[in-house]
């Protein structure tokens, strides 16, 4: 099979990691992928959001299959681009319809499907620019901590928490009247907090099917002991020690079938993951958010963890035969340490070059993130630039060797989290 994987950060690095190790893949393309991406399959500068570049390299290129990594694109309905194609829809996609996408791309979307379908979430009030007044008197009375969050795309950065009133207030009229988060701040959700241990859990489904993936849990937070901004992610483990059996049955019958049969019952067609952010209260799992793609660091964890052919299951879950399918998972523990640039998630600086790649252990798997080729030499291009994935059979093992990764890769203005997972030791 030919295959394109559309995006260019860690998790589509890892994703054309393991396709590559597939015996059905043949070639393998990546638009517009990275430094490390470009050691494994052939990089496409074709930009995320041309779609009719990207269908006429696929008809050119004999592509079998494309594999949409990133959100970007399916919120903006790629897989609606090439249903409606006759020369597009017998490709093989992995890729839900823009109307599913819109579980990711508008909280306001996913909190009344959630609701409507009987699926565990906080209770939550949308607001924009024509009710900023009442949603400041109903900041008055909203009990803390407070948790805004800006309705549309915002890089995994557009949740504040907070526990001061007048710093909420002001925060509201920051995103809806100054554009905090660009447009994805238009509408606001005012949200109750959750108080428990948050985590990740990843489905493949085909709409009616579906395979629970590996369970992770990522850190947002730049700083450490989960100070300071929300990032992209800073660092991501598997599996999850509290995910036990009980508690991963309860995710399944009272979150992963209701919100399939949800799909279903709503007419949403449904090809691809569901990530589904969960809140463990008590030893009930919550649902903080639902995005429609694998995560990001989540991915370098969970995707090294599946020892089954994932071309596989992906060419069964694109066809609707994913029940079907088997999958085999490595029960040793995976962590990943993500390095990132000086300023990062705000103002930073690109272009720096990277070094000490060669020190780095055979064993530790270096996925590529924010990084490009110039000159020969690996640049930092984002702010979040490598992560750092091990697998060892403890989760002190595996960290040991990520962090000891960690202080070999060596740019300018290097930073990253030094407590990853410790909270779970």
């Known amino acids: 099979m030919n295959v394109l994987i559309i995006g260019s950060g860690g998790r589509e690095h890892a994703f054309a990691w393991k396709i590559a190790q597939s015996p059905l893949c043949k070639k393998l393309f990546v638009a517009t992928g ?66 599913g996408a ?39 009375t909203h009990p803390t901590p407070i948790v805004l969050k800006a309705d549309g795309l915002a890089a995994g950065k557009g949740v504040i928490i907070t526990s001061d009133r007048s710093e909420a207030k002001q925060t509201l009229i920051e995103m809806i009247e100054g554009a905090k988060f660009g447009s994805a701040s238009a509408k606001v959700l005012i949200e109750s907090y959750l108080n428990g241990i948050e985590l990740s859990v990843f ?14 849990k990522d850190y947002k937070r730049i700083g450490e002991g989960d100070t300071g901004l929300n990032t992209g992610g800073m660092g991501a483990v598997s599996p999850v020690p509290f995910a036990d059996e009980d508690f991963m049955q309860k995710v399944e019958e009272k979150v992963v079938i209701p919100t399939l049969k949800g799909l279903q019952a709503d007419g949403i067609d449904f090809i691809g ?72 998630p705000e103002e930073y600086e690109k272009g720096k070059v990277m070094t000490g790649f060669e020190k780095v252990d055979s064993e530790v798997l270096t996925f590529h993130a924010g990084t490009s080729l110039k000159e020969g030499k690996i640049i930092t291009s984002g702010g979040r630039v490598i992560a750092l994935t091990a697998l060892a059979d403890s989760l002190e093992n595996a960290l040991a060797k990520s962090y000891k990764a960690a202080n070999l890769i060596s740019y300018e203005g290097k930073y990253y989290r030094k407590d990853i997972g410790l909270d779970l030791a």
Not at 299 to 308: A, H, L, Q
């Open 203 to 216: 489905v493949l489904t085909d709409g009616i099917s579906y395979q629970i993936l590996p369970s992770a």
């Open 34 to 99: 990275n430094a490390g991406t470009a050691q494994i399959a052939q990089n496409i500068d074709i930009g995320i959001l041309d779609f009719e570049g990207l269908g006429k390299f696929c008809i050119e290129n004999l592509v079998d299959l494309v594999l949409v990594g990133t959100e970007v694109p399916l919120v903006a309905g790629i897989a609606d681009f090439f249903a409606a194609d006759e020369r597009l829809k017998s490709i093989l996609l992995i890729a839900p319809s823009q109307t």
């Open 102 to 140: 819109m579980l990711e791309g508008s909280k306001d979307f996913s909190k009344a499907f959630m609701l409507k379908h009987g699926i565990p979430t906080a209770t939550a009030q949308t607001f924009d620019s024509s009710s900023l007044k009442e949603g400041l008197a109903y900041l008055e």
């Open 273 to 344: 993951f569901i990530f589904i952010g969960l809140m463990n209260v008590a030893g009930e799992p919550w649902v903080i958010e639902y995005n429609v793609r694998m995560g990001d660091p989540e991915t370098e964890v969970v995707i090294p963890r599946i020892k089954s052919d994932f071309l596989e299951m992906l060419a069964l879950a694109a066809q609707k035969r994913l029940s079907e399918a088997k999958i085999e998972i490595d029960e040793r523990t995976a962590t990943t340490v993500m390095l990132v640039a000086s300023g990062y």
